[in-house]
């Protein structure tokens, strides 16, 4: 069965440049969300999307924008990076309407030096 | 506001025993909560939900329970796996607009 997409798998950039993340959802499935993990901390959730549309917001720096596409996948923009942006970055996706949790990715490991 | 709490500290379990997690909430209780596994690097993997009217719910060896008056789920591993070894995360919606919270998860270690 199909997953959740993410790429790149792993980033390296250095401070102060742009960073884009991309998640492809799983196909039906219409909401899509962004978390933030640090080592040894539960997600923090950045932002999401309900049907292409930014539906809820979280702590996500000014620095961050994120949107969906016409074809549901989902693309993460992080710009003038800092040492403290280095994270997994987890893009997950569920169907509003069936509570069967959320399906996540394997993430994109940032290391920003 | 709603706040989860897990134990911090790494559970070790001898393998075939019963692994118990607890997963606290504050304030009121939500519709729906949710346990996940995450391995170290990977994203978190869904395991079980459980509704505020249900009091237990099973899958195979996993078990989960809700008291909603004590605001507490627990998660069972019974005949417990080397290879269950992982962080488990707890979640709930608590404004039922299918935004979670998580908990911080408890990390799991059972021995050979």
Known sequence: ?113 | SQKIEQNSEALNIQEGKTATLTCNYTNYSPAYLQWYRQDPGRGPVFLLLIRENEKEKRKERLKVTFDTTLKQSLFHITASQPADSATYLCALDPGGNYQLIWGAGTKLIIKP
């Open chain 1, 1 to 113: 069965a199909a997953g959740v997409i993410q790429s790149p798998r792993h980033l390296i950039k250095e401070k102060r440049e742009t960073a884009t993340l991309k998640c492809y959802p799983i196909p039906r499935h219409d909401t899509v969300y962004w978390y933030q993990q640090g080592p040894g901390q539960d997600p923090q959730f950045l932002i999401s999307f309900y049907e292409k549309m930014q539906s809820d917001k979280g702590s996500i720096p000014d620095r961050f924008s994120a949107q969906q596409f016409s074809d549901y996948h989902s693309e993460l923009n992080m710009s003038s990076l800092e040492l403290g942006d280095s994270a997994l970055y987890f893009c997950a996706s569920s169907r509003r309407s069936i509570n069967y949790g959320y399906t996540f990715g394997s993430g994109t490991r940032l290391t920003v030096v």
